[in-house]
């Protein structure tokens, strides 16, 4: 299984970057992790709506980019599905059984992705309606790849 994370943005914190690391290691024994960051667009301090859209329009534009037909596609946002740590597990699971070889995880820059990214995607999911910084919910979302893994393995992880 390779899992795919396209990412708008780069990290720079060193502890963000050694955290996302460790998680690489730990997952290596499950999947093959890629990590594609991507450049996120300059926008003004207080956007207007139309600036907005034509951003992340730019951004979503750089994502799809770097999608393949074969890839099963998963939008993170907030309007999306929120799953448990089990059900995101055996949501993995399923795609593997019907014969996915790539998931590939989308994290859009800071004003989220456009509506034709999230309807094109097979699944949209949201960890929660809160706002996390984009540095933390990488970290999160590896976490829980690698607890889905783990649940799926049998091991102990997920308690």
């Given amino acids: 299984m390779k899992i795919r994370l396209i990412c708008i943005g780069k990290l720079k914190e060193r502890f963000y970057?050694?955290?996302?690391?460790?998680?690489?290691?730990?997952?290596?024994r499950f999947c093959e992790l890629e990590?594609?960051?991507?450049?996120?667009?300059?926008?003004?301090?207080?956007?207007?709506?139309?600036?907005?859209?034509?951003?992340?329009?730019?951004?979503?534009?750089?994502?799809?980019?770097?999608?393949?037909?074969?890839?099963?596609v998963i939008a993170l946002d907030p309007r999306g599905k929120q799953l448990s740590s089990e059900e995101l597990s055996a949501s993995l699971q399923d795609c593997m059984l019907r014969g996915h070889s790539r998931i590939a995880l989308l994290i859009g820059g800071s004003h989220g992705l456009t509506d034709e990214i999230r309807r094109s995607a097979d699944m949209v999911l949201s960890f929660s309606r809160?706002?996390?910084?984009?540095?933390?919910?990488?970290?999160?979302?590896?976490?829980?790849?690698?607890r889905a893994f783990k649940i799926l393995s049998g091991e102990p992880y997920h308690k």
């Fill in 17 to 28: 970057t050694e955290a996302v690391s460790e998680f690489s290691k730990r997952l290596s």
């Fill in 35 to 72: 990590i594609v960051e991507l450049p996120d667009e300059r926008v003004a301090e207080s956007p207007s709506p139309p600036e907005i859209e034509r951003v992340k329009g730019i951004e979503c534009r750089r994502i799809a980019d770097k999608l393949s037909q074969s890839d099963y």
């Fill in 130 to 146: 809160m706002t996390f910084s984009h540095q933390i919910f990488r970290i999160m979302l590896l976490e829980q790849i690698y």
